[in-house]
C-alpha cells in the first residue's frame, strides 16, 4: 500500500458579528480534504495521512528517514512560511531543521511531490505562498511568477487534455468540467505538460533525481473546484492515476 502524506486544506476563521450596538466575535475551523481522501482511497491502494497547516510544525517529519515512510507528499494550500518558519526559529531563536531543503531531498532520493494550486500555494493571493525561489519551486515542473499568480474565472474556464496518450489521464474523459480558477505557471523545459489551461499548464510533470514530482494548478476541492469537478467521474481516476504515476519509478 502506497502511503500519502497531504498536507493544507485546513483553515480557521475569525468572525466579527456587528448588530446595532453590539459586537461579539467568533471561531470555527474547517477542513476539505474529503474530496480527495476519498478519491485516493477509493480502491484501497493508498492510506490517507493529513497534516493540516495549523500542525505542521509538530506532525511534519524532520529526518530523511521518517519522510521516506512516505511514498508521495501532496501540498495544498500552506505557504512556504508554515514550512520554514517554525516557532522555535521565529520567537525561541533556534535552530530548525530546513522542511524545504528536506522536500527537494525526498525527491531526488526517490520520493514523489504534489503541488496543489490554490491561494496559498505557489504564489497565491498577493504571493502570500512564498514558493517562489525556493528549493520546491527548484524541482517542480514549473516556474513560478513574481507577484499574484491567481486567475480568477468566477464564469467557469475548462482546462484541455493535451496528450492523451500519458498514463496519468487513461480513463479520464477527454472532456473536463469547468473550474473557477488556477494559479498561471510556466513550465520547465524538462517537463511534460499532460493536459492546460488557456494555453498555461495545468497538470505538469517531471522527472527529479530519482523521484517525480508535479503541480497541479487549480485546487483539489471548492471553491475554485466546484462540486461539478469535485464530483466528476474522472476526478477519483485522475489522482490514483497521479500516485501510480509519481511512485512507479
Known amino acids: 500500500m502506497k502511503r500519502v502524506l497531504f498536507i493544507g486544506e485546513s483553515w480557521l476563521v475569525h468572525v466579527q458579528e456587528t448588530k446595532g450596538f453590539d459586537v461579539f466575535t467568533y471561531d470555527f475551523y474547517e477542513e476539505a480534504v474529503g474530496f480527495i481522501q476519498k478519491a485516493l482511497t477509493s480502491d484501497g491502494t493508498n492510506e490517507f495521512v493529513h497534516i493540516p497547516s495549523h500542525r505542521l510544525e509538530m506532525d511534519f517529519p524532520t529526518t530523511l528517514e521518517d519522510l521516506q515512510k512516505f511514498d508521495v507528499v501532496m501540498i495544498s494550500d500552506c505557504g512556504a512560511n508554515t514550512f520554514n518558519l517554525p516557532m522555535n526559529t521565529f520567537t525561541r531563536l533556534q535552530r530548525s531543521v530546513n522542511k524545504l531543503e528536506l522536500l527537494k531531498e525526498f525527491v531526488e532520493k526517490g520520493g514523489a511531490l504534489v503541488m496543489i494550486g490554490g491561494y496559498l500555494t505557489f504564489q497565491g493571493i498577493q504571493a502570500r505562498g512564498c514558493w517562489k525561489n525556493t528549493p520546491v519551486e527548484e524541482i517542480l515542473p514549473v516556474d513560478l511568477?513574481?507577484?499574484?499568480?491567481?486567475?480568477?474565472?468566477?464564469?467557469?474556464?475548462?482546462?484541455?487534455?493535451?496528450?492523451?496518450?500519458h498514463p496519468v489521464l487513461a480513463g479520464v474523459p477527454a472532456q473536463w468540467?469547468?473550474?473557477?480558477?488556477?494559479?498561471?505557471?510556466?513550465?520547465?523545459k524538462d517537463a511534460v505538460v499532460v493536459a492546460e489551461?488557456?494555453?498555461?499548464?495545468?497538470?505538469?510533470?517531471?522527472?527529479?533525481?530519482e523521484g517525480r514530482t508535479c503541480a497541479y494548478a487549480t485546487d483539489c476541492a471548492p471553491h475554485w473546484s466546484?462540486?461539478?469537478?469535485?464530483?466528476?467521474?474522472?476526478?477519483?481516476?485522475?489522482?490514483?492515476?497521479?500516485?501510480?504515476?509519481?511512485?512507479?519509478?
Do not use: H, M
Open 145 to 165: 511568477q513574481i507577484g499574484d499568480d491567481r486567475v480568477e474565472k468566477c464564469q467557469g474556464v475548462v482546462p484541455v487534455t493535451v496528450q492523451a496518450d
Open 177 to 188: 468540467p469547468a473550474v473557477l480558477g488556477y494559479n498561471r505557471l510556466s513550465a520547465k
Open 197 to 209: 489551461i488557456e494555453g498555461n499548464p495545468f497538470i505538469a510533470l517531471r522527472e527529479v533525481g
Open 226 to 249: 466546484p462540486d461539478e469537478f469535485c464530483n466528476w467521474e474522472g476526478y477519483t481516476r485522475l489522482w490514483l492515476n497521479l500516485v501510480n504515476w509519481l511512485t512507479k519509478k
